[in-house]
């Protein structure tokens, strides 16, 4: 059944608008000739092509971030055993000031042996993302530098002019 069909039965449409539909289709059939109805076929085809290409532009965008996504959240837990796996936790009397990524000045509360080796570059101090907020770690001088290979943004503090 035909559309025209089905308003008729459903009563959207009348006998008399039907055939004035059917008859206006015929003349713009004929009057179009051959080549129109091709050319209109041609630009019907060049549509759906041009809207085939957006929707692929559009899925291959989406891959590439969900790709990216992918990567970034397995750097971020490589980093994070690392960072696990190499961190020196001593808490003291001493306030060791750093800059942070968002240029504010933290401290952390560590013990003079701990001060020294920031100071001759034997520990680090690293920025990275914990459970609920950013954190900061002192790890160990070959922690940091894998870190420096991985992502250089969450090296903190780390003195590497001088040698232990």
């Not at 971020?76 to 800059?99: C, S, W």
């Not at 002192?138 to 503090?157: G, H, K, M, S, W």
Request: net charge positive; aromatic share 4%; proline share 3%.
């Amino acid at each position: 059944m035909s559309l025209k069909e089905e308003l008729l039965k459903a009563n959207l449409l009348n006998k008399k608008d039907l055939r004035r539909i059917e008859h206006e289709e015929r003349v713009d059939h004929q009057k179009k000739g051959r080549e129109g109805r091709e050319e209109q076929v041609r630009q019907r085809q060049q549509e759906i092509e041009q809207k085939q290409e957006e929707q692929r532009q559009r899925d291959q965008q989406l891959a590439k971030q969900q790709n990216q996504e992918r990567l970034d959240k397995a750097k971020n837990i490589r980093m994070e055993d690392l960072i696990k796996t190499a961190q020196v936790e001593e808490h003291g009397p001493r306030k060791f000031y750093f800059v942070a990524r968002d240029k504010k000045i933290p401290f952390l509360q560590i013990t003079e042996n701990l001060s020294d080796k920031l100071e001759k570059g034997m520990l680090a101090i690293v920025e990275y993302n914990g459970p609920n907020c950013v954190e900061f770690a002192i790890v160990q001088r070959t922690c940091a530098e894998r870190l420096l290979e991985i992502d250089p943004e969450v090296v903190r503090f780390f003195n590497r002019d001088t040698r232990p």
